[in-house]
């Protein structure tokens, strides 16, 4: 046997304290890209958080600094220096033990994000640089380490009167973290911003050493406090939106073994949103707390209807089921939990089976209560929802009709797709064209084997606005499921079992309307191809602004930055005025040789691919921006107007 085939107890390795941490980081962060790296600092501040929790804690700062280093600081009771029975500080067994913290100890937290104890750990084994300082017993304690290895005991550096808290420093590790180990401030903000929302009273400060304010000449700081919690949080989300409750309805149990705080509003718009945490852990995937408030919320509803079936005219009688209920529907559930049961590590779905119930009794108390004292407002949901089933009875139709239409097309498919050789989706690739004339260029440009072609016949419809059945009526939208060879099931999932393409790339003029082409197709892919967007097929081609020319040299150039280089290269004896520019006006221009060099060349394109770093931040967005609020829609675009790359 050679020594690859034979299989010996030398083949077994024990990871020693944190290396298995370093060996495989992916297990217990999630990934080494930007959300891991970002996933650091939600460790450090959840920890934080637990000591407000608990009533110790109201104030975190927390600073990026200048070398993109990270610094939380805290003034809760600081972590315990004491010797623990291991022999050594309490401190160093926190920062370097797996499954070690007080989070075990009911009587030091009664809830807490951060029960499996891994989390801080897991921070100073991934960090090239991280020190401790804690706050504690009248003086101030130290302790450096590197790679999750102590660079030397505990030791007491001052003193601090009756100062107590805990002062994390942290900087990730680039052979980690070998993506990027910058810290992007809205995403940080976005984050304190909810926590916020989720503890009233909780001061939390961001401030970016590497940015200098120019209001105050200063560094950027933003300082985030709510009073009103899930109320003034469920008035962000939305802000775009055109509610029909006001005020929303808010409701809490603190009584309970599982402390319950629900906020609920509906608007006009046709999407569901309901947003969750347990212990102030942002539960992506919903779990039981979600279940029990989509049962609770049906079943009152559904009671109310029984009692009061006078509401319902004998033209308007159509079968209701649980998803009318939610249609417009924005609601935030906050939830904590002393045991919670998290799906994994990165906690984005609860599975305790007991708050199910709770929530769901909690839920049908409240919400039957709150339509019996506001009549007015009770008819005004019901309306909605009768309206709700009879478009989702139509819009069924619609769907129906769109993958019946499918099969009577030569091949199943679009009498405009242009398509690929290639039948392995993995392989394929979709260029979603603006307009004919950049679809005809295209389809010369085209790689036959692996690129179809779909030309799109103007501004697709704005989603947002329109009602489902409207959706499947028009006729792009048709188009695009039927090429892409998915449908929309009963429970209104998208099915993706004969997806033809995995990379789907929107291709549009690198102008105003392009921009608003690419704005309404993403919108549409968001709210009715959400597993496309969350599977990473979907992605954005960049064509070029401008070609730079100067006899048989070119340059091509994605902004005004590229152009001056350009022209700079190609004048390097100070004849700009030789040096032709061209400003693209529209794909349509471009020969299909250029078109495939810059755009749709694998090798020498760039595509950007369309992420969801923040659901809860992408569907408030998205409401904002295309909604059928304009105020809202003037302050964003005001705020944010020194961002604009203007088209002129």
Request: net charge negative.
């Amino acid at each position: 046997m050679t020594d690859g085939e034979i299989y010996s107890a030398k083949n077994i390795q024990v990871l020693e304290g944190l290396k298995a941490v370093r060996k495989r980081p992916a297990m217990y962060i999630g990934d080494t890209g930007i959300r891991g790296l970002h996933h650091l600092l939600w460790e450090v501040v959840d920890n934080s958080i637990d000591e407000s929790l608990a009533g110790y804690c109201n104030n975190i700062d927390i600073t990026i600094e200048e070398d993109d280093s990270i610094t939380v600081l805290d003034n809760g009771r600081g972590i315990p220096v004491d010797m623990h029975e291991q022999g050594r500080s309490a401190l160093e067994v926190v920062l370097t033990v797996l499954h070690a913290g007080g989070k075990f100890d009911k009587g030091s937290y009664k809830v807490s994000g951060g029960l499996h104890g891994v989390g801080i750990s897991c921070v100073n084994a991934l960090s090239i640089k991280f020190e401790a300082t804690v706050y504690r017993n009248g003086k101030i304690y130290f302790q450096e380490y590197s790679e999750g290895t102590p660079k030397g005991d505990v030791a007491v550096i001052g003193t601090c009167d009756e100062k107590t808290g805990t002062k994390i420093h942290f900087k990730p590790d680039s052979t980690i973290f070998t993506q990027s180990t910058t810290y992007n401030f809205e995403t940080i903000s976005l984050r304190l911003q909810e926590l916020a929302y989720l503890n009233v009273g909780l001061v939390l400060s961001l401030t970016d050493k590497r940015v200098i304010d120019e209001n105050t000449n200063s560094y950027l700081t933003k300082t985030y406090c709510s009073s009103d919690g899930l109320i003034d949080f469920i008035r962000f989300l939305d802000a775009g939106k055109n509610d029909i409750l006001k005020p929303p309805i808010y409701f809490e149990e603190k009584n309970s073994d599982v402390p319950i705080q629900i906020a609920i509003t509906y608007n006009d718009g046709y999407s569901e949103n309901i947003v969750s945490y347990v212990n102030n852990i942002h539960t992506v995937e919903g779990g039981t707390h979600v279940t029990g408030f989509r049962l609770g919320l049906t079943n009152a509803l559904k009671d109310y209807l029984k009692k009061n079936d006078k509401l319902i005219e004998k033209k308007d009688k159509v079968e209701i089921i649980g998803d009318d209920f939610r249609e417009g529907l924005t609601a935030i559930i906050s939830v904590k939990v002393s045991e919670p049961q998290f799906e994994g590590q990165t906690k984005t779905k609860l599975g305790n089976s007991e708050v199910t119930s709770k929530v769901s009794n909690i839920v049908m108390k409240c919400v039957s209560q709150y339509l019996e004292e506001h009549p007015a407002e009770a008819q005004t949901i019901i309306k909605k929802v009768i309206l709700a089933a009879q478009a989702r009875n139509a819009a069924k139709k619609a769907r129906e009709l769109v993958q019946r239409k499918g099969v009577y097309q030569i091949g199943g498919l679009p009498g405009k797709l242009a398509d690929c050789t290639d039948k392995d989706p993995a392989n394929c690739e979709l260029f979603i064209v603006e307009g004919n004339s950049a679809g005809g260029t295209a389809k010369d440009a085209r790689d036959r084997k692996y690129q179809a072609i779909l030309p799109l016949r103007g501004k697709i419809l704005n989603v947002e606005k329109a009602y489902e059945h409207k959706i499947y009526d028009s006729e792009p939208i048709r188009n695009m499921f039927t090429a892409l060879g998915v449908s929309i099931n009963d429970q209104k999932e998208l099915v993706l079992d004969k997806l033809r393409y995995h990379k789907i790339i929107i291709m549009a003029d690198a102008d105003v309307d392009g921009s608003h082409i690419r704005t309404l197709i993403i919108t549409f892919f968001y709210r009715y191809m959400y597993k496309l967007v969350e599977n990473g097929y979907v992605y954005l081609a960049l064509a070029p602004l401008y070609l730079a020319r100067r006899n048989n040299e070119m340059r091509y150039c994605w902004n005004d930055n590229e152009k001056d280089k350009a022209i700079d290269e190609l004048a390097k004896d100070g004849k700009k005025d030789l040096v032709v520019i061209q400003r693209f006006k529209g794909l349509g221009e471009m020969d299909p040789i250029p078109l495939w060099d810059t755009t749709m060349d694998p090798m020498k394109r760039i595509l950007q691919q369309v992420t969801l770093e923040d659901a809860v931040e992408a569907d408030r967005i998205i409401s904002l921006l295309m909604g059928e609020e304009v105020e809202p829609r003037r302050i964003f675009i005001e705020e944010n107007a020194h961002y604009a790359i203007l088209d002129v």
